[in-house]
């Protein structure tokens, strides 16, 4: 003869073991769609990249570069950038019509596209959606002085704001 307590035990497993059943039971039943259309796909597409306002033969040159961190530093490091023209960081022309720069921590220079947002901001970083990771903004650009800043926030830590300052033509 079973006791109450052991009954009571073993009808609680048994319910639980039922329930467990049911649940498996509805979550591998597939529910009939209502629409008559295809499923939709698991990702959305792409969406087109936009033209960056700023051209890549704008920016291809030789730099002076430096970096700031506070906002208050930006004219003495554009004229620090402007010293190391001596030593210019050389932006060159990409074969498929980007420019060719390194990305953070890269010490290999690779071709870059210029793109540009919704927003109208514009970014430098590889192919894909503006804005991503690896992509550096554009903050100022206005012929002669470039300022970028990274998106990935430890590179935009380490690096700061990075300014450019084009160097003048060989004479």
Not at 52 to 73: C, H, K, M, Y
Not at 79 to 96: E, L, M
Not at 139 to 160: M, P
Request: net charge positive; aromatic share 4%.
């Amino acid at each position: 003869m079973i006791s109450s307590r052991n009954a009571r035990t073993v009808a609680n497993l048994a319910i639980a073991s039922a329930l467990t059943v049911l649940l498996a039971a509805c979550s591998s039943m597939s529910l009939p769609s209502l629409s008559s259309g295809p499923a939709p796909d698991a990702e959305p597409a792409a969406a087109p990249e936009m033209p960056a306002t700023i051209r890549s033969d704008e920016i291809v040159g030789r730099w002076g570069l430096a970096s700031f961190q506070n906002p208050n530093d930006r004219a003495r490091t554009e004229a620090a950038a402007r010293g190391q023209c001596k030593q210019p960081y050389v932006i060159g022309a990409g074969t498929s019509g980007g420019v060719v720069m390194h990305l953070a921590d890269q010490a290999t220079p690779q071709e870059l596209r210029l793109k540009g947002s919704p927003s109208g901001k514009n970014y430098i970083g590889p192919a894909g959606p503006a804005g991503g990771e690896q992509d550096r903004e554009i903050v100022s650009f206005d012929g002669r002085v470039l300022v970028t800043r990274f998106i990935e926030k430890d590179a935009a830590v380490r690096y700061g704001n990075m300014v450019y300052v084009r160097c003048a033509p060989r004479a």
